[in-house]
């Protein structure tokens, strides 16, 4: 057996053949052409850009149908039609006289570099949708669109990249998931596969030279590991392991109706973190109750001038249509000043964004975009409730620098305004969690973004191969942080909610629960499982586990305490049985039986 490692995309196993996606690189040869020939080609050009639009719509128009994503895939129409992309190629081929394709690919190759100067991952994983789209216009324009051998049912794809499109044909083909040689866990492809319930593993190392096709293969989309031909008994554990958390879904959403209450009568509202309005359908349809956060920064990484107020309008608008009376909560933009887009970064690459213009500091420094944003979802929620928060706040006078600005906003929309508005912050950095008497002041509610919490806490990047082993969520000061947060938050009868990846996690549900958590804000699918383990616990044993977690001095002690007070939560550990004894994965192999 082989083990590879990579990056966790989407969470769940699978176990299939694997099925090698060798893509054949798209030849461009350069081409003169004729002074009365560039007009003709200009217009091959332009006609191709129409006829990728409309197979990326028809595309759509088939993800949609399943509750797929289709924002994704708007994405890539805005770079198919992005007017720097088709304006500079048009030139190209005029001044140059050269032929579309190579005009095409140079333009391609430009913006690629932009965003190869960018450090921030988020921004730096835009690069493959530029080329996804670019592209999806070079295969137009040759017209020769390289035939494969169809993917077999219930395969695992291996392959070096895959675009949003493919993903959706791979799930309309019923592949169980895919392991690819680059992506985050925030690219658009692994993003589709999330809301697909497909699982996936990105970033392994030389993939699709140390896996062939028809070798048994399993997928732990959780922790980011792919075995290569393992032995039959674990390939049939993992089968196993795979049908019964299919079986435990199927039971779990049986329950998403019910109320989330402990044994001993605590309510819990659990909401969902959602980008699209289709993934607040998916978010509904696994129970719910309302959009804890919605990240409104979705598109502007492809838009270079910024989305339009009446874009931002129509998407705020879709979502809160789609929850009905259900609470929604917009988070706006956090981008950081290298990503050069959405009319934000306009200061170049910096050295260390995330301790740069990031969140709110960025929205701030350009009013005149943030004000876009602003007007576009107060007149969404005109004559309704309106939820707003801000992210990366470090100071009291950036929260009140950017209520201002909100309420400027709202005071210039006469008869477009919401009846009520609620402002809150996000809690990500420790200075806000220090100074939350200050800001529960001047702010409806918190929401404490664990992600960032930790890696600013402990000086730790999550996705860094060096140090990520020293990202741990039960680390005391993050614990302390939280329980702080939580006091001073119901001290001044204000709201607080925990919306990062600790939210999601089934065994972590009673000790947030005992922090004093009453709201959890996660991705779509761990819903039913933290259901479940909410309803089927009491707060008292989750505040009792909290007080040892509090008493205890290291990450790894709260951890053991953690682990053997989820002994409840039965699972036979794979990991163990087959010699895998990691302390984070025996932590989180524990919560396996409530996640879908």
Known sequence: MRRLRGIPG?????????????????????RKIAPEGVEEESRRFLAAVEATDA???????????????????????????????IERTTALIRDKRVNAEWA???????????????????????????????????????????????????????????????????HRAEVQGFVTEVGGPTSHSVIMARALGMVAVVG??????????????????????????????????????????????????????????????????LLANVGSPEEVSLALE??????????????????AAGLPEEDHLSRARQALASCGALPVTFRTCDLNASSGSGGLGEGGAEANPAMGLRGIRLSLKQPEVFTVQLRGLLRAAAGQKLRVMFPMVSSLSELREAKSLLYR??????????????????????????????????????????????????????????????????????LRLIARVAQVARGAGIGASVCGEMAGDPLLSLLLLGLGIRTFSMNPRALPGVKAVIRSGRCKDGERLAQRALS??????????????????P????????????RGRAVASMSARWAP
């Open 204 to 269: 392994v190392r030389r993939a699709t030279a140390q896996i062939a096709s028809g070798e048994t293969v399993v997928v732990d989309g959780k922790h980011g590991e792919v075995l290569v031909a393992p032995d039959p008994p674990m390939a049939e554990d993992y089968r196993r392991l795979r049908r019964e958390r299919a079986q435990r879904l199927h039971e779990l959403l049986g329950a998403r109706a019910l109320p989330a209450v402990t044994l001993d009568g605590a309510r819990v509202s």
């Open 571 to 582: 699972r036979r550990d794979l990991c163990r049985r087959h010699g895998r004894r990691e």
């Open 104 to 170: 095409l690919r140079e333009v391609g190759r430009e913006i690629r570099q932009v965003f190869e100067q960018v450090d921030e991952r988020y921004f730096r994983e835009r690069r493959s949708d530029v080329d996804f789209g670019v592209r999806h216009l070079l295969v137009t324009l040759i017209g020769d669109r390289p035939t494969a051998a169809p993917v077999p049912a219930q395969a695992i794809v291996v392959a070096h990249e895959l675009a949003p499109a493919d993903i959706a044909q791979l």
């Open 10 to 30: 989407a969470e769940g196993f699978a176990v299939g053949e694997a099925f090698l996606i060798d893509r054949r690189r798209l030849r461009v040869s350069q």
């Open 409 to 478: 906003c709202r005071d210039a929309l006469v008869g477009e305004c919401p009846s009520e508005l609620e402002v809150g912050v996000m809690i990500e950095m420790p200075s806000a969690a220090l100074i939350a008497e200050q800001l529960a002041r001047e702010a409806a509610f918190f929401a404490i973004g664990t992600n960032d919490l930790i890696q600013y806490t402990l000086g730790v990047d999550r996705v860094n191969d060096r140090v990520n082993h020293l990202y741990r969520p039960l680390h005391p000061a993050i």
């Open 55 to 85: 197979e990326l719509q028809r595309i759509g128009a088939r993800l949609a149908a399943v509750g797929g994503d289709t924002l994704i895939l708007e994405a890539h129409r805005l770079i198919v039609r992005d007017k720097h992309l």
């Open 552 to 569: 205890l001095a290291t990450a790894e002690e709260i951890e053991d305490e953690v682990r053997e007070d989820g002994r409840d939560v």
């Open 286 to 303: 696994q129970g719910a109750e309302g959009i804890g956060l919605y990240r409104s920064d979705y598109l502007l990484q492809v838009h």
